[in-house]
């Protein structure tokens, strides 16, 4: 999974709801932003096969638009609450959450398919800077809650900026720059969280207080398909994959996501969720 040489949303276009994964291919935008110097590091795939249903939380999102359907990540933050980002859900008619999932292009026992067409999409996100990248999905009817599908908890609101800390990221993002499709399987990585100055130094005025990014050193981090999904610190939820760097996933360069502790409220006052 991972990103730079402009900007790239990371939604992926699926040619249909139950196609072989490999015909999903990806929706790639590209904002305008400075070319800078690839840094050097071995090309490796970023990235492992997780455990089967050892991320409870975790959900894939099989969102239909005008222009055809699109693949997202996203989280359960609660029994009727996916947690996503504002590009995947924007201008959808209607979103199918796929919960208890391994192989989500499959028909497994341990899914859950239910299909909400009520979004809550933050009014201050701006396709344009890439800001405020943040969505809700309402369920119609509660996920049943068992030993393959579980709740993300989130921060409280306190201001650590997570700097220096190893974070987990994880979805069905191409698993290289090479890759037809999304991951036939979902996958996860440990980076590191960097500060937002850094992360600056490859996005410029894009990254804000509302952002934070980990480092992509050895090609690690996420990629297209991987938009919406979760970033993991200890069992709580910091981040929701929003953009990376359109150059590729393997180079190098950080992800950049929206920061969950800046959200809190928001979340909150258009949830069920109960922020402690």
Same mark, same amino acid.
């Not at 999974?1 to 992926?12: F, S």
């Given at each position: 999974? #991972?990103? @730079?040489?402009?900007?790239?949303?990371?939604?992926?276009l699926?040619?249909?709801?139950?196609?072989?994964? =490999?015909?999903?291919?990806?929706?790639?935008?590209?904002? #305008?932003?400075? +070319?800078?110097?690839?840094?050097?590091?071995? =090309?490796?795939?970023?990235?492992?096969?997780?455990?089967?249903?050892?991320?409870?939380?975790?959900?894939?999102?099989?969102?239909?638009?005008?222009?055809?359907?699109?693949?997202?990540?996203?989280?359960?933050?609660?029994?009727?609450?996916?947690?996503?980002?504002?590009?995947?859900?924007?201008?959808? /008619?209607?979103?199918?959450? =796929?919960?208890g999932?391994?192989?989500?292009?499959?028909?497994?026992?341990?899914?859950?398919? +239910?299909? /909400?067409?009520?979004?809550?999409?933050?009014?201050?996100?701006?396709?344009?800077?890439?800001?405020?990248?943040?969505?809700?999905?309402?369920?119609p009817?509660?996920?049943?809650?068992?030993?393959?599908?579980?709740?993300?908890?989130?921060?409280?609101?306190?201001?650590?900026?997570?700097?220096?800390?190893?974070?987990?990221?994880?979805?069905?993002? #191409?698993?290289?720059?090479?890759?037809?499709?999304? /991951?036939?399987? @979902?996958?996860?990585?440990?980076?590191?969280?960097?500060?937002?100055?850094?992360?600056?130094?490859?996005?410029?005025?894009?990254?804000?207080?509302?952002?934070? !990014?980990?480092?992509?050193?050895?090609?690690?981090? /996420? !990629?297209?398909?991987?938009?919406?999904g979760? @970033?993991?610190?200890?069992?709580?939820? +910091?981040?929701?994959?929003s953009?990376?760097?359109?150059?590729? !996933?393997?180079?190098?360069?950080?992800?950049?996501?929206?920061?969950?502790?800046?959200?809190l409220?928001?979340?909150?006052?258009?949830?069920?969720?109960?922020?402690?």
């Open positions: 999974m #991972k990103v @730079l040489a402009g900007v790239l949303l990371l939604a992926v699926a040619q249909a709801i139950d196609d072989d994964w =490999r015909t999903i291919t990806p929706r790639n935008v590209y904002p #305008k932003i400075p +070319i800078f110097e690839v840094p050097g590091g071995e =090309r490796i795939v970023g990235g492992y096969e997780a455990a089967r249903n050892s991320i409870p939380y975790q959900a894939g999102l099989f969102i239909t638009t005008p222009a055809g359907t699109f693949f997202c990540g996203g989280s359960l933050i609660s029994p009727t609450t996916i947690l996503t980002a504002a590009h995947c859900v924007d201008g959808a /008619s209607s979103v199918q959450v =796929r919960l999932a391994h192989s989500v292009s499959a028909v497994e026992s341990t899914q859950v398919r +239910i299909t /909400s067409e009520r979004f809550t999409v933050h009014s201050g996100w701006d396709a344009d800077t890439l800001f405020n990248d943040i969505a809700l999905v309402h369920l009817e509660a996920a049943p809650i068992n030993e393959n599908i579980q709740t993300i908890q989130l921060p409280s609101g306190d201001t650590s900026d997570f700097a220096g800390v190893s974070a987990r990221v994880s979805g069905w993002g #191409k698993d290289s720059d090479q890759a037809a499709g999304i /991951s036939p399987v @979902l996958r996860y990585v440990f980076a590191p969280v960097i500060t937002n100055s850094e992360c600056s130094n490859t996005f410029g005025w894009y990254i804000t207080s509302g952002h934070v !990014c980990i480092r992509g050193t050895g090609g690690i981090g /996420s !990629c297209s398909g991987d938009s919406g979760p @970033l993991v610190v200890d069992g709580v939820q +910091i981040g929701v994959v953009f990376g760097a359109a150059a590729g !996933c393997e180079l190098g360069y950080p992800s950049a996501f929206t920061r969950v502790t800046s959200f409220d928001w979340i909150s006052s258009n949830s069920d969720v109960l922020i402690n």
